[in-house]
């Protein structure tokens, strides 16, 4: 029986998309106080709970939900990229599959040592993976249902975790709302991901944004949705009574906003250039709003 080498199978789990959960994971840590050095964190240190919760975050859950991913759109992948683990045959056999459904269990062991908390957290979003990619459900043929499943498991669920892993109870209600509005705007970031295999997209009958809607108009929507959203937080901020915060977060909002004007030139040619650029400007935002949660409102 063949066996797939470790690189494949790293290739496989795709850690360069495991930044942007760990990023999320550790904005709740620090909305909710890390250095504070809580009392009752489930595990011997408060640092080993942190180390793996970001672990949980990046290599086991977005690590789960990409091989879940490759698995079932190898026939996609077999027009868009045919290099790819999976259809190149660096993966052979059911490996794909099995690796998922092992890397799925290793998850849930982790996030349950994490508490009861985290481990709902992580079950609905190994749940959301597997919907998102899997027959019969594949939420990923809808732009609009499989981004936003996307979006929560990246930006959301992460975030939350991240506070439930130092606070070790739910998180107050001002820090769900802020993550769910960043949330929200990563629905845009998951549109601008799908230029990447509008070709394959078509001839397998997937209804991704830029299919669904052309490209100059999926852009439109995507960056109208990553607006609002930090538009949405500035205002929250200065309600709370802050100043510094909602103002960096303007300012990086703003730069934004001069980006999207070339990307709004060249949708199709610019969707990878943005999300290097101005994504990363969107999730500096994310920091600095999770420490504002922090500085800003006593008692969270």
Not at 96 to 101: E, Q
Not at 105 to 111: D, I
């Amino acid at each position: 029986m063949a066996f797939p080498s470790p690189s494949a199978v790293l290739e496989l789990l795709k850690p360069v998309t495991w930044f942007a959960p760990i990023w999320a994971f550790f904005c709740g840590v620090v909305s909710a106080g890390f250095l504070s050095a809580p009392q009752g964190v489930p595990a011997p240190a408060p640092w080993l709970a942190v180390a793996l919760g970001a672990l949980l975050a990046g290599p086991l859950v977005c690590g789960t939900s990409q091989a879940v991913n490759d698995w079932f759109d190898r026939h996609v992948d077999a027009i868009n990229q045919p290099d790819r683990p999976v259809p190149s045959g660096r993966i052979p056999g059911r490996w794909g599959l099995w690796i998922a459904i092992s890397w799925t269990a290793l998850s849930l062991g982790v996030a349950a040592s994490l508490g009861q908390a985290v481990f709902a957290a992580a079950t609905v979003g190994l749940l959301l993976a597997w919907l998102y990619s899997a027959p019969p459900f594949r939420l990923k043929r809808n732009g609009w249902v499989g981004n936003s499943a996307v979006a929560i498991c990246y930006e959301g669920l992460p975030w939350l975790t991240g506070a439930m892993v130092v606070a070790t109870v739910l998180p107050d209600w001002r820090t769900t709302t802020v993550a769910l509005f960043y949330s929200l705007g990563a629905h845009g970031i998951m549109t601008l991901n799908d230029f990447k295999s509008v070709r394959g997209d078509r001839q397998m009958g997937i209804d991704s944004l830029p299919v669904l809607l052309g490209e100059r108009r999926a852009v439109q929507l995507a960056c109208l949705t990553m607006l609002l959203p930090q538009l949405a937080v500035i205002a929250l901020f200065f309600w709370w009574g802050g100043w510094l915060h909602p103002i960096a977060i303007a300012v990086l909002t703003l730069i934004q906003l001069v980006l999207m004007r070339r990307l709004l030139a060249e949708p199709e040619a610019r969707a990878a250039w943005y999300n290097a650029t101005g994504t990363t400007l969107y999730v500096l935002g994310m920091l600095v709003a999770a420490h504002g949660l922090r500085t800003l409102i006593p008692n969270i």
